[in-house]
């Protein structure tokens, strides 16, 4: 049996700061969505997450605003309320041949289902790979730290996501998450190919 492994808020705190600096796609037309998706559907491994409006009241729910896919060169963001064409971007969260790992990936998921009835396939939950490896920690921050050693924000959480014009800050934020879940998936493979003997592409398609 695997030992228990955890980190502390405090510990948390005491990492550096990162987020991500590289290259964003904000797609908020059905002309962007349709020039950003080959260059999605040729990716292997995605970062997942989406944003929602947040809800104040007990019983009040809001669609999803934002889907966040991190490839290996670019974030992509999509303002789904802002285009209607949206049937390449389904297929592309149904294909099994292109992993999407996210953290707590069943809420969003079900949230997208109300929008639009697609069978979601290549989705990977990363607390399910971190928890078989003895981690105790589940929530993305607490990951980031403990196998990253990287402390990221999550200031702009609760805000409007449904906003016409996302914040500076949102969008740093955005990214930060679905690059962050890309990287600590591909680190778990990185460990899990080690202790097998086995390269990274090897246990990626097992």
């Known amino acids: 049996m695997a030992p228990s492994i955890k980190i502390t808020k405090?510990?948390?705190?005491?990492?550096?700061?990162?987020?991500?600096n590289g290259r964003v796609s904000l797609v908020d037309s059905n002309e962007l969505l349709n020039q950003v998706l080959p260059d999605l559907e040729a990716e292997e491994v995605l970062g997942f997450d989406t944003e929602s409006r947040p809800s104040f009241r007990k019983g009040q729910n809001f669609p999803v605003s934002l889907i966040q896919l991190g490839g290996k060169n670019c974030v992509w963001l999509f303002q789904i309320h802002k285009f209607d064409d949206h049937e390449r971007l389904w297929k592309l969260l149904a294909n099994g041949d292109i992993i999407k790992a996210g953290v707590a990936i069943q809420d969003d998921i079900k949230k997208l289902q109300e929008l639009h009835d697609f069978e979601p396939a290549g989705f990977v939950e990363i607390a399910t790979?971190?928890?078989?490896?003895?981690?105790?920690?589940?929530?993305?921050?607490?990951?980031?730290?403990?196998l990253l050693n990287a402390r990221i924000s999550k200031r702009s959480q609760v805000s409007n996501w449904a906003r016409p014009t996302l914040t500076d800050a949102q969008i740093q934020y955005a990214c930060t998450d679905a690059w962050m879940s890309r990287r600590i998936y591909m680190h778990m493979l990185d460990l899990r190919a080690r202790a097998n003997g086995n390269s990274p592409q090897q246990v990626a398609s097992q």
């Open 129 to 146: 790979l971190t928890q078989q490896a003895g981690i105790l920690n589940t929530g993305l921050r607490s990951l980031s730290g403990l």
């Open 10 to 20: 405090d510990e948390i705190n005491e990492l550096p700061l990162v987020a991500h």
